[in-house]
């Protein structure tokens, strides 16, 4: 017997894997807590393996080379770590939370192999040889920069977008019109705000945002798997 794409298995199918985590904002907590450890282990290891490789592919346009480096928008670019820290206390419990944390998880798995495999030579010519990442958090605090390769595709275009259209689909509607472009005239901005600050190039914004065109679909049929409402919240 086949199956339908209603009744195909899902890891996201039974609501009932999450109502055995606890209850309320600790559910929440557990399923940003299980994200937030499985991106850094997966995001960290890709970063590694790009760093191994001795070449580096001239995937860049020339005129790139000349965009000066923007200061005054770091503010705006740094935002988007702190939206995707913050985001889970706008969940009630683990199965809101789920869907999203669960296809930010899947959009930096799906990113990874490209991070080895087209390992970009940096085009941008600053006083910052691994980035702003190195220079204002990893070297002041004596660390490795883990975040000097992984390029494209550009999460930081993928997530920017991705919690502007959870936010969209949370808040937005017909009695908050406003909700939807402000959020993203917010992750616009964000997702240019990469190449300003010399951390992607052309190539990995335009991957960031395939890549988010090609999965955000996941948030809406994940969340009707759980029970969940078109705003994300749980019915009931």
Aim: with cysteine; aromatic share 12%.
């Amino acid at each position: 017997m086949s199956l339908s794409p209603d009744h195909a298995p899902s890891p996201l199918a039974s609501p009932s894997r999450f109502d055995r985590l606890p209850s309320g904002r600790l559910g929440v907590l557990v399923v940003a807590v299980a994200f937030y450890a499985l991106f850094s282990l997966v995001w960290t290891l890709a970063h590694e393996l790009s760093d191994l490789r001795a070449v580096r592919l001239p995937l860049t346009f020339a005129w790139e080379a000349d965009i000066p480096f923007q200061a005054w928008i770091l503010p705006l670019y740094f935002s988007l770590d702190v939206a995707v820290i913050g985001l889970p206390v706008v969940f009630r419990n683990a199965r809101e939370a789920a869907p999203p944390m669960g296809l930010f998880l899947l959009q930096v798995v799906i990113a990874a192999p490209f991070f080895v495999l087209l390992p970009i030579e940096n085009a941008y010519a600053n006083d910052m040889p691994t980035g702003v990442w190195g220079a204002y958090l990893f070297e002041p605090l004596g660390m490795k920069n883990v975040s000097q390769w992984n390029q494209t595709p550009s999460l930081h275009v993928t997530y920017s977008l991705g919690v502007a259209t959870v936010i969209a689909r949370r808040f937005g509607g017909p009695h908050r019109r406003w909700v939807t472009p402000a959020a993203f005239a917010w992750a616009i901005p964000v997702s240019m705000s990469t190449m300003l600050v010399h951390e992607h190039h052309v190539i990995c914004v335009v991957g960031g945002l395939l890549l988010y065109l090609f999965t955000v679909p996941l948030l809406a049929m994940w969340s009707s798997r759980l029970g969940l409402d078109v705003t994300g919240r749980a019915r009931g």
